[in-house]
């Protein structure tokens, strides 16, 4: 049988309207993010918004995906590309890290390669630590046009 790696994503609230489409299309072809995996078998087991400005579900969205068993929140591309990107994302991390000890990922799907352009103009991703947060969903232009 297939080792199960149970997962949760939060999404930015900016984007709350959001489907998934990106995430979950990734997910299936496990790309972007999802390529940690290799070939084990991800399960969502939750999915939601961080609340908004300044990310108040942060606080209570994880407990409620530990119930559900997660072993590993990803917090979704949205929050890396954003204008500007999230601002407390180091801090969510480590927060969610601390208090409920879940391994937090940064990114789900490949960066889309719009996003990758304008902010390579804005020179967003230049400070340290953006290579670092920026590692699993950067990927290359191929990839980053498929997601456009
Ligand atoms: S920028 Fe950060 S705190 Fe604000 S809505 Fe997006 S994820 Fe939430």
């Known amino acids: 049988m297939k080792d199960v790696v ?3 994503i939060i999404i930015c609230d900016r984007y709350r309207n ?8 990734s997910l299936r072809k496990k790309e972007g993010a999802f390529s940690i995996y290799g070939d084990k078998e991800i399960e969502v087991v939750g999915y939601t918004t961080c609340g908004g400005c300044p990310g108040g579900n942060i606080e209570y969205a994880p407990e409620e995906m530990k119930k559900n ?6 917090f979704a591309t949205g929050l890396v590309v954003g204008y500007p990107p999230c601002p407390y994302i180091d801090y969510f991390k480590k927060y969610i890290e601390e208090k409920f000890g879940i391994k937090v990922v940064i990114g789900t ?5 719009k996003y990758y352009t304008m902010h390579e103009k804005l020179g967003t991703w230049k ?3 953006w290579e670092e947060r920026l590692k699993y969903v950067i990927c290359d232009e191929k ?5 456009d």
Do not use: L, S, T
């Open 143 to 147: 990839i980053r046009k498929e997601y």
């Open 6 to 8: 149970k997962i949760g």
């Open 109 to 113: 799907h490949p960066v889309p390669q």
């Open 69 to 74: 068993g997660v072993e590993v929140i990803h």
């Open 18 to 25: 959001c489907a998934g489409g990106k995430c979950f299309r």
């Open 127 to 129: 400070d340290r630590g």
